[in-house]
Structures are given as structure tokens and as C-alpha cells.
């Protein structure tokens, strides 16, 4: 029943490697989200796609990668993990927005490690 | 642009007491909302209350309530008979309205001490 959810929970893996982190939701939902929280527990958006288009890019390096499928869907890749990756990585979910406001759903985070 | 500002990285309070947390934000935007979101160490992210700019009546849920001050632009959060549960990061986050994109504050740690 979980309406966010994400896999892995926990990844650690080394510099240079190419990583990936899933994330579905079940409520749906058209718009999904990635967010990045740093060490300090600073939470910034990272990307948004509504209905599998891509709506908010943020400052962030061209070696990550968001991939929808479909709707229910949006995955992360990262390429050639630098140590400053090392974060919790949450994805979201809201209805799309038409006037006003949509609540969004978070999902349990992914913690990356980078070594 | 949007800034949030939460100006307490740590605060403690008594197990049935009463506690404010703080947060600031600057926009030029008269359509926005604002909100309270708490983060237990499961790091779950849990809404905990929300401030749309146009009402100016406060907006309360259970426990919790809030301070809208919109010409000082600032908004507390009130957390009353403090639990244990209540232990957790707090963020304070503003959304121009029709655009679903947060800015997150930089939060405030509460413990609650029995």
C-alpha cells in the first residue's frame, strides 16, 4: 500500500560508477519529483516531469539523468559518482497542477553513499 | 527568487510544553502557500500543515497551528502539548502558487524531552 516508494533504500558504491535509483508511485499521480538533501539536511529540488515530460531542471551536473516511462515512474541515473553525491535522494509525487495547489507525496529517501 | 529562512538549527523542549518554531521568506509573489514539514529520523517527509498567502486566518491541525504574518512575511509554527513523537526535523517551505516547485528552509531539529 505504500503510494511512494523507492529502491534502494541504502546504496553504497564507489567513485566513477554509474548508479541508478527507482522511485513509483501508486496514487496516480502526473507529476513526479526528485529532490536532493545534503549532509547538512539542505532539501533542493532537482528535477520535476509531468506526465513523463520533464517541467523543472535545476542547476544540476548533466551526469544525472531522470528517466519516466511512464506516469507511474521516475528513475534516476547517475553517471561517474563523484564523493559530492553523497546524499539522501527523495522522490515525489503530486496531481498536476491547475490553479492553486497539490499536495506532495514523498517517498522514504534513498541514502547514497559515495566512497 | 524565494528564499526560506529558519533562523533556530536546534531547539528542546518539555514533554506537554509549548514550543514555536520560526521561519522567515522573501517573494515578490502574492499567490503562494506555505508550509510545515516534519522529518522524523525514519526521514520520512510528513506534511504537517499548510498556509494558503490569501486567507488570513490561521491555519491549525490538532496540535498544531500557525503564525501568518504575511506583511512581515514570516510564519511559526506553534507545536502545543509537546510529545515525544513530536521529536523530529522541521522544515518550512514556501510554493508560488500554480507552479508545484518547493524552497525548502534549512530546518530546525526539535527534541522533545520527557
Known amino acids: 500500500d505504500t503510494a511512494v516508494s523507492q529502491t534502494p533504500k541504502y546504496l553504497v558504491t564507489q567513485m566513477g560508477n554509474d548508479k541508478s535509483i527507482k522511485c513509483e508511485q501508486n496514487l496516480g499521480h502526473d507529476t513526479m519529483y526528485w529532490y536532493k538533501q545534503d549532509s547538512k539536511k539542505f532539501l533542493k529540488i532537482m528535477f520535476s516531469?509531468?506526465?513523463?515530460?520533464?517541467?523543472i531542471n535545476e542547476t544540476v551536473p548533466n551526469r544525472f539523468s531522470p528517466k519516466s516511462p511512464d506516469k507511474a515512474h521516475l528513475n534516476l541515473h547517475i553517471n561517474s559518482l563523484e564523493l559530492g553525491d553523497s546524499a539522501v535522494y527523495f522522490c515525489a509525487s503530486s496531481r498536476a497542477t491547475s490553479g492553486g495547489y497539490n499536495e506532495q507525496f514523498f517517498g522514504p529517501g534513498t541514502r547514497l553513499t559515495v566512497l | 527568487a524565494q528564499t526560506v529562512t529558519q533562523s533556530q538549527p536546534e531547539m528542546s523542549v518539555q514533554e506537554a510544553e509549548t514550543v514555536t518554531l520560526s521561519c522567515t521568506y522573501d517573494t515578490s509573489e502574492s499567490n503562494y502557500y506555505l508550509f510545515w514539514y516534519k522529518q522524523p529520523p525514519s526521514r520520512q517527509m510528513i506534511l504537517v500543515i499548510r498556509q494558503e498567502a490569501y486567507k488570513q486566518q490561521n491555519a491549525t491541525e490538532n496540535r498544531f497551528s500557525v503564525n501568518f504574518q504575511k506583511a512581515a512575511k514570516s510564519f511559526s509554527l506553534k507545536i502545543s502539548d509537546s510529545q515525544l513523537g513530536d521529536t523530529a526535523m522541521y522544515f518550512c517551505a514556501f510554493m508560488r502558487g500554480n507552479f508545484n516547485k518547493f524552497y525548502f528552509g534549512s530546518g530546525t531539529k526539535l527534541n522533545v524531552k520527557p
Open positions: 516531469y509531468n506526465n513523463k515530460e520533464l517541467i
